[in-house]
């Protein structure tokens, strides 16, 4: 099968996951999904990631829950193939007040909203996170 949007799809996968309570889940792999994976591990909202070997290359992706709650409330892809979003180092978004973080493409690989601004990057705006 093939897809149009791999990271639309990534974050669908996890909602769906988490939606049905799931410890983990596997989707087909990608560089730019293990970019997005590291990112959101790294601020706090997935619990680990691996790479499988198998015939086709997967991500186990292992979700992170709180008291039994998902640590995601609120994951949207921004940035579409059909409508990209583009904002200037200045108008880097600030998601829920800063509760939130924003994934900004940037000419320095993928970071979080906070790390765009202090680098004065901007960038695709990939997706939101609450």
């Known amino acids: 099968m093939s897809l149009q949007d791999p990271i639309s799809n990534l974050l669908s996968?996890?909602?769906?996951?988490h939606s049905r309570?799931?410890?983990?889940?596997?989707?087909?792999?990608?560089?730019q999904k293990?970019?997005?994976l590291k990112v959101f591990?790294?601020?706090g909202y997935i619990d680990s990631f691996k790479a499988t070997d198998s015939e086709k290359p997967?991500?186990?992706?292992?979700?992170?829950?709180?008291?039994n709650k998902p640590?995601?409330?609120?994951?949207?892809?921004?940035s579409k193939p059909g409508l990209r979003e583009y904002v200037g180092k200045n108008e880097v978004p600030l998601i829920k007040g800063g509760l939130g973080m924003a994934v900004i493409s940037t000419s320095k690989g993928l970071m979080t909203d906070?790390?765009?601004?202090?680098?004065g990057l901007g960038g695709e705006v990939v997706c939101s996170i609450f």
């Open 21 to 31: 309570n799931k410890d983990g889940l596997t989707v087909p792999s990608s560089s």
């Open 41 to 43: 591990q790294k601020e």
């Open 71 to 78: 640590v995601i409330k609120e994951l949207k892809r921004v």
């Open 13 to 17: 996968s996890i909602k769906n996951a």
């Open 58 to 67: 997967e991500l186990s992706i292992k979700l992170k829950y709180f008291k």
């Open 114 to 119: 906070k790390e765009a601004r202090e680098a």
């Open 34 to 36: 293990v970019e997005l």
